[in-house]
């Protein structure tokens, strides 16, 4: 698996436990641990109890079902957890049997780690984040972007306008014609 950090688009995310201290002491590393489907909760839960430090990045998304939409904070990574773990101190074993976890992702017989500076980044991209809750994009005149929530979610469309208080005026083709609509700039990022 290689994960390249630097090219990443990592759209705009929260912690659901901000207060917990997430920076590594000697010897520990992050792991990621593969979960239960739709058990990220229940693992975070579980693994907390047991001492463990967790990170899971959510981000907002717009659910659309029975012609309701529905603002949701989703993992942003689905099936995964990551937490922090000194192999050589830790029963790391026991977190494979914890309620909502799969397992561990596994080498051979000890526990891979992710690579150094993944979770930093996304942890790096959230404190540095504005007031709007996101990372900010160089955004362009005239660029594609994609809208991450609300109930344009998931559209492409053609950035127009952009002021100094963090809105911006976007193009949406509908019915073959452009309609303009004025969002927050941390709803979008750019269309790759």
Known sequence: MVISVSNCRIPPFEVQNPSQNLSLRPGERWFAAQTLPHRENRAQFNLERMGLRIFIPRARRTIRHARRLRNVLAPLFPGYVFLILDPSRDRWRSVNGAIGVASLIMGAEQPIPVPH???????????????????????????????????????????????????????LEIMGGKVAANLDRSVLIPAA
Do not use: M, N, W
Request: charged residues 30%.
């Open 117 to 171: 500076g993944v979770v930093e980044a996304l942890i790096g991209a959230r404190e540095s984040a504005g007031t709007d809750g996101g990372p900010h994009y160089d955004l362009e005149i005239g660029q594609k972007v994609r809208i991450l929530s609300g109930p344009f979610a998931e559209a492409l469309c053609e950035l127009d306008l952009l002021d100094d208080r963090g809105r911006v005026r976007v193009l």
